[in-house]
């Protein structure tokens, strides 16, 4: 066989403890590795973005863009990768071009190497302002663009479809292509044809990268598959946060390819102080509550369901606030069904909590009989084209109070906005830097509080809550 390394992205310092504990690990519990893990030889070390931005300001008190200032200081060699959301950035709504622009400036300035871009919809249009972005300020080797496909299984999703949309991503001026599992659906046999396909259209220069998770048992198979039809990089997780919803473990795959042509290069010695040190941190959140020990087992429902792990957990937890637990499985029968009736979406954030939700009250109230705000959005094109063809009926009864279904690009509909959240920030007294304005963007009420535990921290009281004991932030 012809010798081919194969490279990984290590996804300890982001999704591992996203998928395991929460997201709830701390700065202070990656910077003792920090120089280890940048010395063991990684593709990236995925550590930013994704859910970290809102659990940093909401739980942890961190700001993330010191947090990844603070990355940067340690991890000289090794590119930090992040996740973000194409227009929706990281968070639930889409937002004008200008926050997009200035958003990916902060953090290429700030640190991040690669940037992997994903829209629920699988709609090419929601990453062009973001690509555009990432070209102009990542330009000279600065930060990789990489388009990532949601993947999902339907009636539309077809390989032909997956790999015509690798193809538009590529000529949009993606450096990698990522086939993003998120929810574990992909299987190896379909792993390898649909690597195959996608590679044999590529241009040589760019790189496919694979990203699955365990939850059904089948993730380290989907990768061995995926790397013997060529796929160039693979995303793990070290043992202690990899696994069940997280991705596969890094030291097995480190072995398994080690003297093989798909070899590594990676000193599996290297990596046990950092499996040493995330044991203690995993035993740590587990000990917090935010680590359950049933996320490392097998759940064979996602493929029965198409149900990722985390939107099981949201439908349960709306059950069980309405006292209708018994009615999960009549739930889980009815995700199919709305998600037939609007086009077939992806079931990734947030259209997972979408469909979810949607389910729930077709359940509970009667199919239809109350659409949520979200859903509405969603059938009318807000977030974007969907991939197949929506019920016609449900269609107009969303239409049914004058409003309109959408064809052009979300944002096309938005202003401009960041001088306006810029001068909010300054208003309420907390401006510190750029950054600030970005932080409310995503998230207004949490970062409002947190700008207020800042405040607090830095003067020791916070004298203007002290002196207006009355007073309401805008949010």
């Given at each position: 066989?012809?010798?081919?390394?194969?490279?990984?992205?290590?996804?300890?310092?982001?999704?591992?403890?996203?998928?395991?504990?929460?997201?709830?690990?701390?700065?202070?519990?990656?910077?003792?590795?920090?120089?280890?893990?940048?010395?063991?030889?990684?593709?990236?070390?995925?550590?930013?973005?994704?859910?970290?931005?809102?659990?940093?300001?909401?739980?942890?008190?961190?700001?993330?863009?010191?947090?990844?200032?603070?990355?940067?200081?340690?991890?000289?060699?090794?590119?930090?990768?992040?996740?973000?959301?194409?227009?929706?950035?990281?968070?639930?709504?889409?937002?004008?071009?200008?926050?997009?622009?200035?958003?990916?400036?902060?953090?290429?300035?700030?640190?991040?190497?690669?940037?992997?871009?994903?829209?629920?919809?699988?709609?090419?249009?929601?990453?062009?302002?973001?690509?555009?972005?990432?070209?102009?300020?990542?330009?000279?080797?600065?930060?990789?663009?990489?388009?990532?496909?949601?993947?999902?299984?339907?009636?539309?999703?077809?390989?032909?479809?997956?790999?015509?949309?690798?193809?538009?991503?590529?000529?949009?001026?993606?450096?990698?292509?990522?086939?993003?599992?998120?929810a574990n659906l992909l299987l190896p046999f379909t792993a390898y044809e649909l690597v195959k396909e996608i590679k044999a259209e590529l241009l040589p220069k760019t790189k496919l990268h694979l990203h699955t998770h365990n939850t059904t048992g089948t993730g380290d198979m989907i990768n061995l598959?995926?790397?013997?039809?060529?796929?160039?990089?693979?995303?793990?997780?070290?043992?202690?946060?990899?696994?069940?919803?997280?991705?596969?473990?890094?030291?097995?795959?480190?072995?398994?390819?080690?003297?093989?042509?798909?070899?590594?290069?990676?000193?599996?010695?290297?990596?046990?102080?950092?499996?040493?040190?995330?044991?203690?941190?995993?035993?740590?959140?587990?000990?917090?509550?935010?680590?359950?020990?049933?996320?490392?087992?097998?759940?064979?429902?996602?493929?029965?369901?198409?149900?990722?792990?985390?939107?099981?957990?949201?439908?349960?937890?709306?059950?069980?606030?309405?006292?209708?637990?018994?009615?999960?499985?009549?739930?889980?029968?009815?995700?199919?069904?709305?998600?037939?009736?609007?086009?077939?979406?992806?079931?990734?954030?947030?259209?997972?909590?979408?469909?979810?939700?949607?389910?729930?009250?077709?359940?509970?109230?009667?199919?239809?009989?109350?659409?949520?705000?979200?859903?509405?959005?969603?059938?009318?094109?807000?977030?974007?084209?969907?991939?197949?063809?929506?019920?016609?009926?449900?269609?107009?009864?969303?239409?049914?109070?004058?409003?309109?279904?959408?064809?052009?690009?979300?944002?096309?509909?938005?202003?401009?906005?960041?001088?306006?959240?810029?001068?909010?920030?300054?208003?309420?007294?907390?401006?510190?830097?750029?950054?600030?304005?970005?932080?409310?963007?995503?998230?207004?009420?949490?970062?409002?509080?947190?700008?207020?535990?800042?405040?607090?921290?830095?003067?020791?009281?916070?004298?203007?809550?002290?002196?207006?004991?009355?007073?309401?932030?805008?949010?």
């Open positions: 066989m012809e010798s081919r390394k194969v490279l990984i992205t290590d996804t300890i310092l982001r999704d591992a403890h996203q998928s395991h504990a929460a997201t709830r690990m701390k700065f202070e519990d990656m910077e003792p590795m920090l120089p280890l893990l940048d010395d063991i030889g990684y593709y990236s070390l995925e550590a930013w973005g994704g859910a970290t931005f809102d659990s940093c300001l909401r739980f942890l008190n961190e700001d993330p863009w010191e947090r990844l200032r603070k990355l940067k200081k340690y991890l000289k060699k090794t590119p930090i990768q992040m996740l973000l959301r194409g227009q929706n950035l990281l968070g639930y709504r889409h937002y004008a071009d200008d926050v997009v622009d200035k958003f990916i400036e902060k953090s290429i300035e700030n640190g991040v190497g690669v940037i992997r871009l994903f829209d629920a919809l699988n709609d090419p249009r929601n990453l062009e302002a973001s690509v555009k972005a990432i070209k102009k300020y990542g330009a000279g080797g600065k930060c990789v663009c990489e388009c990532a496909i949601s993947y999902t299984t339907s009636p539309v999703h077809t390989t032909e479809y997956f790999v015509k949309l690798a193809k538009q991503f590529e000529d949009m001026g993606a450096d990698n292509i990522c086939i993003k599992d998120m598959m995926a790397i013997q039809a060529g796929v160039d990089i693979v995303d793990c997780a070290l043992s202690p946060l990899g696994n069940g919803t997280s991705n596969p473990a890094t030291e097995p795959l480190v072995a398994a390819l080690k003297g093989t042509p798909y070899d590594t290069g990676i000193d599996i010695n290297k990596l046990l102080p950092a499996v040493n040190h995330f044991k203690k941190v995993a035993s740590r959140l587990e000990k917090d509550g935010y680590l359950n020990p049933k996320v490392r087992s097998i759940d064979i429902n996602t493929l029965l369901y198409q149900v990722p792990g985390g939107m099981l957990s949201n439908l349960m937890n709306q059950l069980k606030q309405a006292g209708k637990e018994d009615k999960l499985h009549d739930c889980l029968a009815e995700v199919p069904v709305v998600r037939k009736d609007c086009g077939y979406p992806p079931l990734v954030t947030p259209t997972s909590q979408i469909v979810g939700t949607q389910a729930v009250w077709n359940v509970l109230l009667g199919r239809y009989k109350t659409i949520t705000a979200q859903f509405k959005d969603l059938i009318l094109g807000k977030y974007g084209a969907l991939p197949g063809e929506e019920n016609a009926d449900l269609v107009n009864h969303c239409k049914e109070h004058g409003e309109e279904q959408i064809t052009c690009r979300p944002a096309d509909l938005l202003e401009d906005e960041f001088d306006i959240l810029t001068q909010k920030v300054k208003d309420m007294g907390f401006y510190t830097q750029e950054e600030d304005a970005l932080s409310y963007a995503l998230f207004p009420e949490v970062a409002t509080n947190f700008f207020k535990w800042r405040k607090a921290k830095d003067i020791g009281v916070d004298s203007d809550m002290a002196a207006n004991p009355e007073k309401v932030y805008p949010v």
